[in-house]
């Protein structure tokens, strides 16, 4: 019999960006309007497509062995004890930088302080997180679930809300100013402890986080190889990042030697003239997939 793992892709914000970093570790992942089951092609993998705020619910119940999710969501269902944090996949809607969770108030609004707070109406998302964090600091607030399009209640429907913010692009569209930050949060790659536990399961999600991991690592980053004279070689290893420890191999002519490296796309442009101005020719620069260290 042929053992499947079932897998939990988030909807909404983290969907297109999980698919596209899935597609860069190798698997071919595809989704169809309406489907919640994505196809992948590997037949031992079974997607479904579930809301990130319930992610952590059917990872808890064995309803699903694994899933990606936001750490927020994890705090917030109350999980954190229930499942098995695999991997931390440093990614968002848009950027590889966390979400901040803030407290946000209209810019001309009397709340300044926490402690302003006091009193007053909260819309968010993220109940719990907000009621334990106002109850931290001693503070009695009326917290409001919203179902989203937050940033519209204050000041008419809300004081001040708890909402997502990646870019801040929102918060500036609604002329909204930040109070407090709540809770940082990225992707997690969580399990059901049983599937944690199960050598086989285990060994699936093992290899499908090394593949992520090694997509994620090789953004941005390009390889570099030339050849350089065996005399001038100081000179070009010099030119090159600290850090880096170039692989050099020899030639079929003993007066060469080949150098490559990997380094970050954005400094290309800044050391290729530097290289070559040190003795490097034959410069190739080419694509990298995956970094895995
Ligand atoms: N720019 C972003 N905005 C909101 N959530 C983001 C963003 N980037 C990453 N996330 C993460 O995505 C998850 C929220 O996705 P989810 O599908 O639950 O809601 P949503 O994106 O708000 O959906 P909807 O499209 O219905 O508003 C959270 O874990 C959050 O941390
Ligand atoms: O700081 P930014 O880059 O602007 O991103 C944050 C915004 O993106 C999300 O909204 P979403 O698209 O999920 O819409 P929603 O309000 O319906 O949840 C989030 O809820 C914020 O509103
Ligand atoms: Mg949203």
Redesign the pocket.
Known sequence: MTQVLRLGL??????E?TAELFRRAGYKLSFTSRSYYPSIDDPEIHCTLI???EMARYVRDGSLDCGL?????IVENDAQDDVVELAELVF???SRRP?RWVLAVPQDSPIHTEQDLQGKRIAT?VVNITQRWLAQRGITAQVEFSW?ATEVKPPRLADAIVE????GNSLRANNLRVVAEILT?T?RFIAHPAAAADPWKRQKMDDLVLMLRGAMAAEGKVGLMMNVRKVDVEKVLQVLPALQKPTISALSDPEWVDVMTIIDEDVVRHLIPRLKAAGACGIVEYPINKIIM
């Open positions: 988030p909807a909404g914000s983290l969907q960006a809301r990130a705020q999710t936001g750490y927020d969501w968002s809607k848009v979400v998302e989203g997502a913010t990646e870019t949060s992707t």
